[in-house]
């Protein structure tokens, strides 16, 4: 059974049509990477998959059922804006993960249940290198380190799928790197799937197995809003590693004429 699946899935925010057409299957495991002009739909088709944007047609389904309307366990997200919250610590920034999604009435975790919490924040933030830096607080952390964070509080919840929105975006190519390892390892010990936006398509190359151009397939100059962006090409990287390069070439050419 395909792990998620879109079956004509369309966004429209009022007359204006965002995507259209959008059909696919993701299999258990997959690391898709999307690319595509600003503004074309990538972080509303993420959200779409987070539960925070709802679905105007279509469907979107997750072992073939809809897609809750609502965050869960099961989707960690990463944002390349920091996401972590200024006043926490690291620690106190991955506990809250595990706070807010179980103990909505209460807020607080307490006694053995805060324990375990601790033990698996702990877990977390050693597994993406963090665990010399418990006590501190975001803005004594480098951006790497920030990101690192995010993504200690998006896997908190032991995520099956994860959405990464540009979260390296805003690095320096040699972090960027050390990124791209990071993720790399997670992925493989984790077995997530992973659905992750970038802006740079040798990125997106190097990390994918599949690679999702979004584009609009049919435009009309006198009504800009009428027809949405859709997926235009759907790479299989993995089977193709020798023609990757001169695929990411002809994307990047495609993308900016
Ligand atoms: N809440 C909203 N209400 C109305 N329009 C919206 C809303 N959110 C996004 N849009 C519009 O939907 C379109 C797609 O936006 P989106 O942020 O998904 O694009 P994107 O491909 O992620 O862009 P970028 O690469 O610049 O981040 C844009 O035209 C945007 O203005």
Sequence with gaps: ?????????????GRDVVLERLNFSVEPGEFVTIVGASGCGKTTFLKMML?????TRG???????????????????????????????????????????????????FGSRRRQAREAALER???????????KYPHELSGGMQ?????????????????????????????RQDMHELVTRLWREQQLTIFMI??????????????WVFDKWRDDPHAPEAYGATI??????????????????????DMHS
């Design 59 to 109: 469907q979107l389904l997750v072992e073939d059922k809809p897609i809750p309307g609502e965050p869960g366990p099961d989707r960690g997200v990463v944002f390349q804006k920091y996401s972590v919250l200024p006043h926490l610590t690291v620690l106190g920034n991955t506990l809250i993960a595990e706070e807010l999604s179980r103990s909505k009435l209460l807020g607080k975790l």
């Design 51 to 55: 539960g925070t944007e709802s679905i």
């Design 232 to 253: 235009t090409y759907d790479l299989d990287v993995e089977r193709n590693r020798e023609d990757a390069p001169s695929q990411a070439k002809q994307i990047e050419e």
């Design 1 to 13: 059974m395909s792990l998620v699946q879109a079956k004509g899935l369309e966004k429209h925010y």
């Design 147 to 175: 990101q690192r964070l995010a993504i200690a509080q998006a896997l908190m919840m032991r995520p099956r799928i994860l959405l990464l929105d540009e979260p390296f975006g805003a690095l320096d190519p040699g972090i």
């Design 125 to 135: 933030l050693t597994e993406v290198g963090l665990e010399n830096a418990l006590d």
């Design 198 to 211: 970038t802006h740079d398509i040798d990125e997106a190359f190097a990390l994918g197995t599949r690679v």
